[in-house]
C-alpha cells in the first residue's frame, strides 16, 4: 500500500511542477489528460475564464466500445483534435499531468496531431 501512495504522490508532485508553467487562454487552450485504469479523460480548458471547451472520455456512449490502450487513446486524440476544429481550436498547451510521455499519453498527442492540432 506504502508503494502505491508514494507512486500516487510522486506523480501529484510532478503535476504541481508542470502546473506552474501551463496556463490555457482562449487562444491558446490546456490539453489536459487523465489517465486510470479503467478509462481515459481528455479536457480542453481555458483557465483565464475557468471553462472546459471540449471533452472527450471512453465512458461516453459514442466511445464506449473503447478499452484504455493506445490504440484506442490515439483514437480519442483524433475525436479531441474534431472537437477542437469544429470551434476553430488549432493550438493548444499539452498537460501531461504528471504522467510520462510514453504509451497512452504520447498515443492520444500523436492522435490529436494527426487532425492538424498544434502543441
Do not use: C, W
Not at 503535476?15 to 489536459?32: W, Y
Not at 510521455?101 to 500523436?110: E, L, N, P, Q, S
Amino acid at each position: 500500500m506504502k508503494k502505491i501512495e508514494e507512486k500516487l504522490r510522486k506523480r501529484l508532485q510532478r503535476k504541481r511542477h508542470i502546473r506552474k508553467q501551463i496556463f490555457g487562454t482562449a487562444e491558446r487552450p490546456r490539453m489536459t489528460v487523465y489517465r486510470s485504469n479503467r478509462y481515459v479523460y481528455i479536457q480542453v480548458v481555458d483557465d483565464a475564464s475557468g471553462v472546459t471547451i471540449a471533452a472527450v472520455n471512453n465512458r461516453q456512449k459514442d466511445s464506449a466500445d473503447l478499452k484504455t490502450n493506445v490504440d484506442n487513446a490515439a483514437k480519442l486524440g483524433e475525436k479531441i483534435g474534431e472537437r477542437l476544429k469544429e470551434q476553430s481550436v488549432d493550438t493548444v498547451v499539452f498537460d501531461r499531468n504528471g504522467y510520462k510521455y510514453h504509451g497512452i499519453v504520447k498515443a492520444i498527442a500523436d492522435g490529436a496531431r494527426k487532425t492538424g492540432l498544434k502543441f
